[in-house]
């Protein structure tokens, strides 16, 4: 069975492959047209960046608008998700280069509120994700599940002639593989925000929402 596996020291997920879609949310709502960033490293107007940086970091803060309060940015559009993440990433390349060359620069204060309120945003998304997908992500349930599967399987080896328990066994692997596939793509959607979260400098709030969650 995959297991969620975190490091707090570096608040960094490993993945063994690439993630499914997850489940499209169940609130409805027109998205608006989606904006679109450059690939990281590329060269773009600081202007027209910090403009279209506004506008999706706004879009989706919870603090101005009732549709972001209620929806999460990753079941909602995937797409978009990681268009904002990509923003979140570039952002920070454009304060290490307003810092060094224009540190009194309202752009400065700007790109640094802009941060905060995203920042705001992807740890309310991380704990989202955590909360919704617990029961799979929790190792010691993942271990349990699997331990439940291989009791059957050998009880299945030492009787074949109960057909209803290789029933029962192969609706429990179906079960797994479901799971299996739903907790792949939340730890895609967590490594995703955890890694843009530590490079950005938010180490700290970033373990601290996996923390809590472990105590619950």
């Known amino acids: 069975m995959r297991k969620l596996c975190f490091n707090p020291k570096t608040a960094s997920f490993a993945l063994a492959r690439n993630s499914p879609s ?12 989606r904006l679109s960033f450059s690939e990281p490293g590329s060269v773009v107007d600081e202007d027209s960046f ?12 919870p603090d101005s608008s009732a549709y972001a309060k209620v929806t999460s940015l990753f079941y909602q559009d995937k797409t978009e998700a990681k268009h904002y993440i990509n923003c979140v990433n570039q952002l920070h390349q454009t304060m290490h280069s ?22 705001k945003r992807l740890k ?18 993942v271990s349990a599940r699997s331990s439940r599967t291989s009791a059957n399987s ?6 074949d002639d109960f057909a209803a328990e290789d029933d029962d ?6 079960s797994i593989t479901e799971v299996e ?10 490594k995703l925000i955890a890694d843009c979260m530590v490079s950005s400098g938010y180490a700290k709030e970033c373990v601290s929402v996996y923390v809590s969650i472990l105590r619950l």
Request: glycine letters at 2%; hydrophobic letters at 40%; aromatic letters at 4%.
């Open 169 to 174: 066994i192969r609706a429990a692997g179906d």
């Open 181 to 190: 596939q739903v907790s792949s793509g939340a730890m895609a959607d967590l």
């Open 154 to 159: 050998s009880c299945s080896d030492c009787d």
């Open 124 to 141: 309310k998304e991380f704990y989202q994700i955590l909360c919704m997908n617990r029961a799979h992500l929790d190792p010691k349930s």
């Open 50 to 61: 910090m403009e279209e940086a506004e506008a999706i970091i706004l879009k989706w803060n």
């Open 22 to 33: 997850s489940p499209q949310s169940l609130i409805s709502s027109p998205t608006p047209p």
């Open 98 to 119: 307003l810092i060094s060359h224009s540190p009194s620069s309202h752009k400065l204060v700007l790109a640094h509120n802009l941060m905060q309120i995203a920042m």
